[in-house]
């Protein structure tokens, strides 16, 4: 459903897995297509309208370069993140109760990217065998999570710095510079630059290797040389290469997380990052 447009994109609403409505804003590439589709995301979720339009305006150059390319593409939005609601809330499963949906668990964040995965497939322009997604930070997590337990619907991804603590199980309650206040744990100074200290932190190998069998599809891993999760970053990279031989790992020093967004002119290394996205969408564009 369109519900506004401006001068840089149409504003869609998806209807998500229980029937509410997540906003993603499309823009679409010179020709009549159908044209492959890439999925832009950003962090945890919330915010809603006014932020979708602001990281639609202020952000503008990925989709600019995307659109060059001959993507279509979306910044998208969707709910908050649960603390641990992958961790603890199993596969969504349905049935039916007096003739109407049940859920085992409200939808989550990374749901609500099926939902508008779903509804852009459908779109006249799309290609929706061509779908490709691209993640940074808890986005680039939600990528690993959503192929745990939905497979099919993307061609190819990029998770970009992902803060893939809850995937990986990794015990943090020990680590002093993480305080937990009413069940919510505060990560924002925690420090894993170790690849090896990541990996002894992993509390169930056995299920993140579950996980990461559910990846059907070539990812490319980005990290950043100076960020305090490298180690994370690094790590969920070769635990999917042990899996897949088309697992992929890029990393550059840049001063800002998230730098393959760049807010006005791109500097050198974001332009390199951006070309190298580019092409590995490119390669399995098919």
């Known amino acids: 459903m369109r519900i506004e447009t401006d001068d840089l994109a149409d504003y869609f609403l998806a209807e998500t897995l229980d029937g509410l409505y997540t906003p993603y804003a499309l823009r679409m590439p010179a020709g009549d297509g159908p044209h492959p589709f890439v999925f832009v995301a950003y962090g945890n979720g919330g915010g809603g309208l006014e932020w979708l339009r602001d990281r639609v305006h202020r952000f503008r150059h990925v989709t600019d370069v995307l659109l060059e390319a001959g993507y ?23 049935d039916v109760r007096q003739g109407m949906e049940l859920m085992s668990r409200a939808p989550l964040e990374y749901e609500d990217e099926v939902a508008i995965l779903r509804h852009v497939a459908k779109l006249p322009g799309i290609d929706g065998d061509r779908l490709f997604h691209l993640g940074v930070s808890h986005a680039g997590e939600m990528l690993f999570k959503l192929l745990s337990q939905y497979h099919g619907l993307l061609r190819a991804g990029v998770a970009a710095e992902p803060a893939s603590h809850e995937l990986l199980t990794l015990n943090l309650h020990d680590d002093e510079k993480v305080s937990v206040t009413d069940g919510l744990r505060d990560i924002e100074t925690l420090e894993m630059r170790s690849v090896e200290r990541a990996r002894r932190a992993i509390t169930d190998p056995d299920e993140v290797s579950r996980r990461l069998d559910g990846v059907d599809i070539p990812v490319l891993v980005l990290g950043r040389e100076q960020d305090e999760l490298q180690g994370i970053f690094r790590l969920t990279y070769e635990l999917l290469a042990e ?21 006005g002119e791109p500097d050198d290394v974001q332009r390199e990052a951006l070309e190298v996205i580019v092409d590995f969408f490119d390669r399995h564009r098919g």
């Open 243 to 263: 899996k897949r031989a088309d697992a992929e790992w890029r990393t550059w020093s840049h001063d800002i997380h998230g730098y393959i967004y760049p807010e």
């Open 72 to 94: 279509a593409c979306a910044w998208t939005r969707y709910r908050t993140e649960v603390e641990l609601g992958y961790e603890t809330g199993g596969e969504l499963r349905t």
